[in-house]
């Protein structure tokens, strides 16, 4: 057992909270009974890592092994890092009949073709996805375990997200993953944020959508709070249709949980008074970002609320609509889609 | 040259304004001069009377000649949090380096309370400079600035190695109102004006010392969003002159979870925008009054301007997006020449425009306090 599994090892230990730590390693399977036993998990994280390199020592784990668990830990808690959606262009015929043994080959026989050293682990969690691994290696190095990328495919869906990957591995892996979905081209969907289970949510409508209907009946509001009853009486209809509204646009009950929305804005100005600048002609450039710990639902308390007017103006409801969050808008209409 | 048009406006018959019976003191002089309601009034008429209307607009490098570069290192590119001070009972320039000692004491005793100190020959880890930054003032009646720092060494250090900086303050004052420094009682010196930086134990340490020796009172000082606003306008009229790499604009909006929105506008498209609201407004005060207002209009800015300003960014805004950002409050300005945080935070990322930034804290400090 070389250096570099043992720092591999560490570096693991390190990141998997110790609250996580006894179920991931019972999962991995590769502790006997005795071992497991004696791993006393309310004692300081450095105690615990000595020890498993030391288990590591005696049941000669490879780098092979230790990557298993990376990769469990990883699948078991995904809402870490940074996660971006890609979505597959054109189908051949034969795309949808691709399943999981021939994805499988295909990717490892196309990654492998275009650059040699590299390490793949393919996973098929419970929930049809199926998680890539990589450590990307060169002509001088062995793959490098300590920066791997992570690809999250959903067989039957053109889509793909990724986490960890340089603007020199990109295109690599996209040319990888064309040839073996059996689809012509891959683009990127404008969409990032820290939760996986998010972004995927949302690009693939996966969360409680409300749509218009013809006889609207009351949603009822989350967080009923208590006020005045004649208020609410005259406020009644309008309230809830601004509710409606914002729920149609961003989602009812739990929403994905996204953090940032950025619009890069080259339109002309619009302001009310000034002639001079609507005369210009030329358009202003600015970037508008919108930060929150829970984006849709900030939203959706902006419309229903009235600090956004209702109904919901396209920009906004484009984010669930379209399923991404990094938009450019000219004049001439939506920028690069 | 009369800057301040608020303290000329106050109408002498205006209700609010009550001359205080009794002995003088300064705490009549300021009041007399703006109104009772000070900073906690919301009429709005009252307010913009006693608001500044209009400022110089900023002029470059009047700072960077007449200070010591190594002294201005310290000051620029340093985040800062603001508080206010009021007048320093006794203060003297003279006496820097006792105040060193004494500060110093302070600290020692306070971090082994209950233990007996021996001061002479003590090994103690820290070491306090107080220093007067010249050159910073603009009028004659400015007190010098004065810096204090704040060094520690490792007990197992030897008498040549480098001190680290721990904490770091400076008291000021730019352009402070001459009516009111120059009410002053003899003894007292106006620096109202207190930035700080460095760990929050020692800013209240250093705090309370200067509170007990110079029977001050010191609080913080937030800067509003109207100043925030006025900081804005002030950086994007300097563009011309030196690049403020873009102008940015936070607001914070009051939902749950609470939603930042940061809005970031080309500076070139900022000045255009600003320049164009200027003579747009120019032009419309040349109708009403039929005559021009004449020179001096490039170098005085308005309130009036400024409002459009912000106005006519969020109206650009509001016409994108359909969210109106009059319902949260504007958190932080920021441009190449500084940074401005709603919490009361500042950092002036360059020299050039220092003056103008100062001034409009010093004002903000002077209004601030409580007296």
């Known amino acids: 057992m070389d250096d570099s599994t043992k720092r591999l090892l560490q570096q693991l230990v390190r990141r998997i909270p110790t609250q996580m730590l006894k179920t991931t390693l019972e999962k991995w399977g590769r502790l006997t009974t005795e071992q497991q036993k004696s791993l006393d998990f309310t004692q300081p994280k450095w105690v615990l890592t000595e020890n498993l390199l030391a288990f590591c020592e005696e049941n000669g784990w490879t780098t092979k092994h230790i990557t298993e668990l990376e990769m469990i830990y990883v699948t078991d808690s995904p809402n870490q890092g940074m996660w971006y959606a890609f979505q597959l262009l054109d189908p051949e015929d034969d795309a949808p009949s691709v399943e999981l043994t021939q994805f499988k080959e295909q990717f490892k026989i196309h990654l492998t073709e275009l650059i040699r050293h590299v390490s793949i682990k393919i996973k098929k969690h419970t929930d049809e996805a199926v998680w890539i691994r990589i450590a990307w290696g060169d002509s001088f190095s062995r793959p490098n375990h300590l920066k791997p990328t992570y690809v999250v495919h959903h067989l039957q869906t053109p889509y793909v997200f990724m986490s960890s990957v340089t603007r020199k591995q990109k295109p690599l892996l996209s040319q990888a993953l064309v040839l073996a979905t059996r689809y012509t081209a891959i683009k990127d969907a404008h969409l990032s944020g820290r939760k996986l289970t998010a972004i995927r949510d949302v690009v693939m409508k996966q969360y409680q959508q409300v749509f218009p209907t013809k006889y609207p009946s009351p949603l009822l509001e989350q967080n009923q709070t208590a006020s005045n009853p004649l208020i609410k009486r005259e406020q009644a209809e309008s309230s809830e249709n601004r509710h409606q509204m914002a729920c149609e646009a961003f989602g009812y009950g739990m929403v994905p949980q996204l953090q940032t929305a950025v619009y890069k804005l080259e339109t002309k100005f619009r302001g009310i008074t000034n002639k001079t600048m609507t005369e210009r002609g030329e358009p202003i450039r600015c970037v508008v970002k919108f930060t929150s710990t829970n984006l849709l639902e900030s939203f959706r308390n902006c419309a229903s609320s009235g600090i956004a007017s209702t109904p919901v103006t396209p920009l906004l409801s484009s984010i669930t609509q379209k399923g991404r969050n990094f938009f450019v808008i000219t004049d001439n209409g939506r920028g690069p889609s | ?371």
């Not at chain 2, 008498?159 to 007292?188: A, E, H, M």
């Not at chain 2, 020796?213 to 010191?218: E, G, K």
């Not at chain 2, 403020?244 to 506008?265: C, H, N, R, S, Y």
């Not at chain 2, 020299?351 to 409009?360: G, H, I, P, Q, R």
């Open chain 2, 1 to 371: 040259m009369e800057r301040h048009s608020s303290v000329a406006e106050t109408p002498v018959n205006s209700v609010m304004v009550q001359r205080r019976s009794g002995s003088k003191s300064f705490r009549q002089s300021y009041r007399s001069c703006v109104g009772a309601a000070s900073h906690l009034g919301y009429t709005p008429g009252l307010t913009t009377r006693r608001l500044t209307t209009s400022r110089r607009a900023p002029r470059s490098r009047t700072v960077t000649e007449s200070v010591n570069p190594e002294q201005l290192s310290l000051l620029v590119k340093k985040e800062w949090q603001l508080s206010y001070v009021t007048p320093l009972h006794h203060f003297r320039h003279t006496q820097l380096r006792s105040y060193s000692r004494q500060l110093l004491a302070f600290i020692v005793a306070e971090k082994q309370q209950g233990l007996a100190v021996a001061l002479e020959g003590a090994e103690s880890s820290l070491k306090v400079v107080f220093s007067v930054v010249e050159g910073m003032a603009t009028t004659d009646d400015d007190a010098d600035t004065v810096l204090i720092q704040i060094h520690s060494k490792s007990v197992f250090a030897s008498q040549d190695d480098p001190r680290r900086l721990v904490w770091s303050g400076w008291l000021t004052c730019i352009n402070g109102s001459p009516d009111y420094v120059r009410s002053l009682p003899k003894d007292f010196v106006c620096l109202p004006l207190l930035c700080s930086s460095g760990a929050q134990w020692l800013t209240s340490l250093v705090k309370s010392w200067l509170e007990r020796a110079f029977d001050c009172c010191i609080g913080s000082l937030d800067i509003n969003s109207v100043n925030l606003q006025w900081l804005a306008a002030l950086w994007t009229n300097c563009h011309p002159e030196s690049n403020i790499g873009q102008l940015k604009l936070m607001w914070t909006l009051p939902v749950d979870p609470p939603l930042e929105i940061a809005f970031t506008v080309h500076p070139q498209d900022a000045w255009e925008l600003w320049s164009s609201m200027r003579g747009q407004l120019q032009e419309e005060e040349q109708e009403n009054e039929g005559v021009g207002e004449g020179a001096g209009d490039k170098d005085s800015v308005d309130i009036d301007e400024v409002t459009r300003f912000i106005d006519g960014l969020k109206n650009h805004f509001y016409r994108h997006f359909r969210l109106d950002l009059s319902a949260g409050t504007l958190s932080q300005v920021s441009t190449a020449l500084g940074t401005a945080k709603h919490s009361g935070r500042i950092k002036i990322s360059s020299s050039s425009y220092m003056n103008a930034t100062l001034m409009l804290l010093t004002e903000c400090a002077l209004l601030k306090m409580p007296v």
